[in-house]
């Protein structure tokens, strides 16, 4: 298993589509992009940004009862990718023993953001989907390049052009 980090959500373009975004704690910070469901996906970056809502979200509710319960997340796991499904466990502590859980990856991720739970992918899963970091952040300047240029473009008169 290899250690991620929650970097984020954002929506992919052109299909917009949200995806949650790990990336390899050490190694080659290798980045495994998931999609998800706008609701996770909103779920997951409330839990990133601290926001309070006035009734609790489901993922803030499962996060009650178990800490009312006496059970601990003790880690996340994306454990496999089926004909691009991915699957993921919840490893609780309870008074009993250990108990694994399976899981859609966006539920479990959401609530390691809110429990701060590590989260782990398999090896084989990150081969498979993951990529190099670097690539990301051409693609995020790319992004930059062209939303600047749209602002641009918004901000352009037909007089400008004329002599």
Do not use: C
């Amino acid at each position: 298993m290899v250690e991620m980090e929650l970097v984020g959500v954002r929506i992919e373009m052109p299909s917009s589509s949200p995806i949650a975004l790990l990336r390899e704690v050490g190694g080659a910070r290798r980045v495994l992009p998931i999609f998800i469901g706008a609701p996770e996906a909103t779920a997951i970056a409330f839990a990133l940004e601290e926001v309070v809502t006035p009734r609790p979200m489901t993922h803030d509710l499962i996060r009650e009862v178990l800490d009312d319960l006496g059970v601990s997340v003790e880690k996340v796991t994306v454990t496999q990718l089926q004909e691009g499904t991915f699957f993921a466990e919840l490893e609780l502590n309870a008074r009993d023993g250990v108990h694994t859980v399976s899981s859609r990856p966006s539920d479990a991720i959401a609530i390691a953001a809110r429990t701060g739970s590590p989260i782990y992918a398999a090896e084989e899963v990150l081969d498979e989907a993951g990529y190099l970091a670097e690539e990301e952040e051409e693609e995020e300047e790319q992004e930059e390049v062209v939303e600047q240029f749209r602002e641009f473009i918004d901000s352009v008169n037909p007089e400008d052009f004329a002599s």
